[in-house]
């Protein structure tokens, strides 16, 4: 084994070593999630590609880790060629190791925050690659304080408004476009959610205008990439250089970075109109037909109810016996899908669903002085919960009164928010629900309500009802799957705005008599 490779090998045995002295919670904090030595070492294969031969390298790691990439870097670029080499790490943990192994070498490892670091000011003095696996940390663990800034930074630097919910990576590519040389070349291994959420827009827009975009790799959710991390993840190419008008972009799916499953060249021109970038490569550039209905002309789509806290808020006959709640605060609400053994749920005379294991939300807006006097049980019941720390929790700490939960009519209709495709279930990884009862549902559903003409409609013949939720049960998974948004391992999501998005046009035979009567305009993009 030669010195390099051995050093890869102390560097792989170091970075376990690290990650066990570290909780699961610790490293998502920091999102601390090694690459995988033979993934670091293609994307420099790649990254030379893209670079001149013989060039200069200055590289840059804004979250250097253990050094994956800069320990690529050494084995796949002669060592002469590599004028300059850094490396950001904010915690000591993995910055210290860093240093260590990496002391006999040219490289700077700086510890501290890569986004609180000053730029170069000259052009010669920024780095023309810049490799990076950055933290993949989610919005609502950033401190509002720390968004702030972020957002104000990537304002002056690439002069775009990043959403709040954009996580941490985000931030990354933005800041570090001022440390990228004109020309340079960057290679990003992000989440592929940015492809496809409405936070991904500035991104999207950034790589189709500020950035000539070269490639972006997917790997398939259902290898994912790391062991720890259940996310689907790209690999994005750029070079710091406005783009052509008539310029391609290439897009693979699955198998290695060199011989992936699938590949398609897109036009700059389509991924400016196209908002979901994950069809591609594997289905065609979608033309724009201005007029056509959508789900959500027949229908309103609404989250289930997100508690706060189920545990505490969703209650069973034994808790509700053992803790005597009045039942003017109970409503019935659907089990999670899992437990939910029929798609279609009956109801008794009073409305009651009839199910195994029946479940109530406990919901209640009186404020808290009158449940005292009036409701001593229910008073003690909501204690409890504030002595376990319910009360202040983010939902919770940002209602009136702590317990009251947000309002929500049983729907006729529903779909599973999340699911993944399942063998018996004919593959769908979404269950459409025929709910006759009166119960509410929780956030893993969607709710759906009919349009007014439509629930006159039910209102008046009620077998409609199972056409409806038969041709439900028939979209095409693709359809689904096309709007919705997929994650690492295979798990798929369907936001409300997403499902209500869906073209109808052939997909009901049923509907032409619930439509608003004159065909609108709809909004494309
Ligand atoms: C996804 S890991 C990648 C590590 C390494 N480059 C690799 O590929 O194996 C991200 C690293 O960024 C570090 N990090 C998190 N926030 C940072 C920040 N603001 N500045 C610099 N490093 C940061 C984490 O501690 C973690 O080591």
């Not at 919005?139 to 304080?145: G, M, N, Q, T, Y």
């Not at 990576?169 to 020309?183: K, M």
Request: glycine share 6%.
């Amino acid at each position: 084994m030669d010195a390099l490779h051995l050093l890869e090998a102390q560097r792989l045995e170091r970075q376990t070593e690290l990650d066990s002295a570290k909780s699961k919670i610790e490293r998502n904090q920091l999102g601390q999630f090694a690459t995988p030595s033979l993934l670091a070492t293609s994307m420099l294969e790649q990254a030379k590609r893209f670079l001149p031969i013989g060039k200069p390298i200055r590289f840059l790691d804004p979250a250097i880790g253990t050094g994956a990439f800069y320990s690529a870097l050494l084995r796949v670029f002669p060592n002469d060629q590599i004028a300059a080499a850094r490396g950001y790490e904010i915690d000591p943990h993995y910055g210290e190791a860093a240093r260590l192994l990496w002391r006999d070498r040219r490289t700077e490892i700086v510890i501290g925050d890569f986004t609180q670091a000053p730029p170069p000011e000259q052009d010669d003095d920024k780095y023309n690659l810049v490799i990076c696996n950055p933290p993949y940390v989610r919005h609502h663990h950033l401190l509002a304080e720390a968004k702030k800034r972020l957002q104000a930074q990537t304002a002056q630097i690439i002069h775009m408004r990043l959403s709040g919910l954009a996580g941490l990576y985000v931030y990354f590519i933005g800041i570090a476009h001022a440390w990228l040389q004109e020309d340079g070349i960057a290679g990003w291994l992000i989440p592929s959610e940015f492809m496809d959420v409405n936070y991904g827009s500035a991104v999207r827009q950034y790589l189709t205008a500020q950035v000539t975009l070269l490639e972006i790799h997917r790997f398939d959710p259902e290898e994912v990439q790391f062991d720890d991390a259940l996310v689907s993840s790209v690999i994005v190419w750029f070079r710091k250089r406005k783009p052509r008008p008539n310029h391609e972009v290439r897009f693979s799916l699955g198998g290695s970075i060199d011989t992936p499953r699938l590949h398609q060249h897109v036009s700059l021109e389509t991924l400016r109109q196209e908002r979901k970038w994950t069809r591609f490569p594997k289905r065609p550039v979608r033309t724009a037909r201005s007029i056509e209905p959508r789900f959500r002309d027949l229908f309103e789509i609404k989250r289930g109810i997100a508690t706060g806290a189920n545990d505490f808020f969703i209650v069973d006959t034994q808790r509700i016996r053992q803790y005597e709640l009045p039942s003017a605060f109970l409503t019935p609400i659907l089990p999670s899908p899992r437990y939910l053994e029929s798609d279609e749920v009956l109801a008794d005379p009073n409305g009651s669903p009839l199910l195994k294991r029946p479940l109530w939300l406990l919901n209640c807006d009186l404020p808290e002085d009158e449940v005292a006097e009036n409701y001593p049980a229910l008073w003690h019941y909501f204690q409890l919960g504030a002595a376990q720390g319910i009360k202040d929790g983010y939902l919770c700490r940002h209602r009136t009164v702590w317990y009251a939960q947000d309002k929500r009519t049983p729907s006729p209709f529903l779909c599973t928010y999340m699911g993944r495709p399942s063998n018996d279930r004919a593959a769908n990884p979404f269950r459409f629900i025929l709910n006759h009862s009166r119960a509410v549902a929780p956030n893993v559903y969607l709710n759906i309500y009919p349009n007014q003409m439509l629930a006159q409609a039910l209102a008046d013949r009620p077998e409609l009802k199972h056409t409806i939720w038969y041709s439900l049960q028939n979209i095409a998974v693709e359809k689904l799957v096309d709007e919705g948004r997929v994650y690492g391992g295979g798990l798929y999501k369907l936001e409300p705005k997403e499902l209500g998005n869906l073209p109808v046009g052939e997909l009901f035979d049923w509907q032409q008599e619930f439509l608003p009567s004159i065909p609108r305009q709809v909004p494309l993009f």
